[in-house]
Each structure stands twice: as C-alpha cells, then as structure tokens.
C-alpha cells in the first residue's frame, strides 16, 4: 500500500517529543493518515545518520521507529553527501534519492507536506 501522504523535512529535527518537532509530528500522525512516507533533505539529512554520540533526545530515534513501522525514509542524494562525514553510515532501511525524481511521484500520494 501507498502512503497517503508524503512529508518533505528540510529544516533541523531536533528529537524532542513536541509536536513542532518534524519527525515526532510524523511518527504521531503516521497511522491517522493511512500512512506517511518521508523524504529528509538540507538540515535534515544528519537525522538518517547513524550518531553514536546521539544525545539522549536525538532524531534518529524517530527516524528508525518510522522505519521499523515501514514508513519509506529517503534521503536526499546530493544534501547527503554535502553533509556526511566519511564515517557516517545511514540508518538501516533508509534510502537515497534525487529529490527532483521522487517529485515526479507526488501525484501517487494524496498530499504533500512541507514541515
């Protein structure tokens, strides 16, 4: 099944449990909607990063629950590797993708988000 709506996070997530934070508003509305998938890009790329320095109240938290809750994660190809270090691996389960190729599929999803 297609998600029915697609979130499109470009700003900081900080990993709190509030819902102005992007990634716990999508994790709270994921079943309500009949599904969300996700696509991270500018400051919001080092949230699909594997950080095992991560703060108690950390993004990735939220981005592996959406994973394991099988919301489709992807990640901008060309912010990833303006932000990655060498070392830094993604999440499992997260993808890569050329943002301006996963816009030509908006039209499979209800609504798009821009948080």
């Known amino acids: ?8 996070i470009d700003r900081d997530c900080p990993g709190t449990e ?3 934070d992007p990634l716990y508003f999508c994790v709270g509305v994921r079943a309500q909607f009949g599904g969300v ?18 703060r108690p109240a950390n993004p990735q938290r ?4 959406l994973v394991r809750a099988g919301v489709q994660v992807w990640v901008d190809e060309a912010d990833l590797a303006e932000r ?16 301006d190729v996963l816009a030509t599929r908006w039209l499979e999803y209800e ?3 821009f948080l």
């Open 18 to 20: 509030d819902m102005r």
């Open 84 to 99: 990655r270090r060498a070392d830094q691996a993604l999440i499992d389960g997260v993808r890569t993708a050329d943002t």
């Open 62 to 65: 939220y981005v592996r629950s």
């Open 37 to 54: 998938d996700l696509v991270l890009r500018g400051a919001a790329v080092p949230s699909a990063l594997v950080d095992p320095d991560a």
């Open 111 to 113: 609504e798009v988000w």
């Open 1 to 8: 099944m297609t998600a029915r709506v697609l979130a499109v």
